[in-house]
């Protein structure tokens, strides 16, 4: 028997809240192909889950070059098929004020939290369309709906995403093409400081509650869609 095992393209997957939803797909039998900058870090990543008996490949690419992402789009079509979910979970920030951060910080971040998901988003649409089913999981953040001090090109690169989300949901419903925004609030994840982690991380979500969540959404019935979800730690927001 035939059977077809979900293509998931996770990328942001070598630390995080990518990860953890890289080792979610993974347990259900999906072929998932991790992608980040860190050949290390991805090793270790697909590792970790082939050792608990998931199939986890590693695909690294850099995120802020086109011609690396569209290069690894071909890689894991040529050897998996047509990508079934792509999950937009790369993401770098500072936490400066927007007369404290540089352009090339702007730069940077933009170029990861924004440009990067949509080169990868476009580049797996097509195919999408065309078979009329698949999932696209932008990972975002609570900065992308709420004002942080201290976080301006995080902010603007989340809430481009968020609004671009939005949009294509729009375009592709009739394509039955799925577009979940994922709107987490604090994570404790290695994207804050060690000191803020010690600081606040009992009042953190988990990395894998959130993944989990993720997950959930995926099994949903196919005739609905989670437009968008909010998930905030039990204790409220860090300011």
């Known amino acids: 028997m035939d059977i077809h095992r979900p293509v998931v393209w996770v990328v942001g997957a070598s630390r995080g809240i990518g990860r953890e939803i890289a080792r979610q797909?993974?347990?259900i039998?999906?072929?998932?192909?991790?992608?980040?900058?860190?050949?290390?870090?991805?090793?270790?990543?697909?590792?970790?889950?082939?050792?608990?008996?998931?199939?986890?490949?590693?695909?690294?690419?850099?995120?802020?070059?086109?011609?690396?992402?569209?290069?690894?789009?071909r890689q894991i079509r040529k050897r998996f098929?047509?990508?079934?979910?792509?999950?937009?979970?790369?993401?770098?920030?500072?936490?400066?004020?927007?007369?404290?951060?540089?352009?090339?910080?702007f730069r940077d971040i933009l170029a990861t939290n924004l440009y990067g998901p949509i080169v990868c988003t476009k580049a797996v649409l097509p195919t999408m369309v065309k078979r009329r089913r698949g999932w696209i999981f932008n990972i975002l953040s609570n900065a992308a709906i709420k004002?942080?001090?201290?976080?301006?090109?995080?902010?603007?690169?989340?809430?481009?995403?968020?609004?671009?989300?939005?949009?294509?949901?729009?375009?592709?419903?009739?394509?039955n093409v799925k577009v979940i925004n994922v709107i987490p609030g604090a994570?404790?994840?290695e994207m804050w400081s060690p000191r803020d982690r010690g600081k606040h991380g009992h009042r953190m979500m988990?990395?894998?509650?959130?993944?989990?969540?993720?997950?959930?959404?995926?099994?949903?019935p196919d005739d609905i869609v989670v437009d968008e979800i909010v998930l905030r730690p039990m204790m409220g927001d860090i300011s």
């Open 81 to 105: 098929g047509d990508v079934d979910v792509l999950v937009n979970s790369a993401g770098i920030t500072v936490f400066k004020t927007f007369l404290n951060t540089t352009p090339d910080e």
């Open 29 to 73: 039998g999906c072929d998932v192909c991790l992608s980040a900058r860190s050949r290390k870090d991805l090793k270790a990543a697909v590792g970790e889950i082939a050792s608990l008996g998931g199939r986890a490949y590693s695909f690294p690419c850099d995120i802020t070059r086109q011609r690396s992402i569209l290069s690894t789009a």
């Open 187 to 189: 994570t404790d994840t």
């Open 25 to 27: 797909f993974a347990f």
């Open 147 to 175: 004002t942080f001090e201290g976080s301006a090109a995080y902010t603007a690169a989340k809430a481009g995403m968020h609004g671009l989300g939005r949009v294509l949901r729009e375009e592709l419903r009739a394509s």
């Open 206 to 220: 988990k990395a894998k509650s959130v993944a989990e969540t993720v997950l959930s959404v995926f099994h949903m």
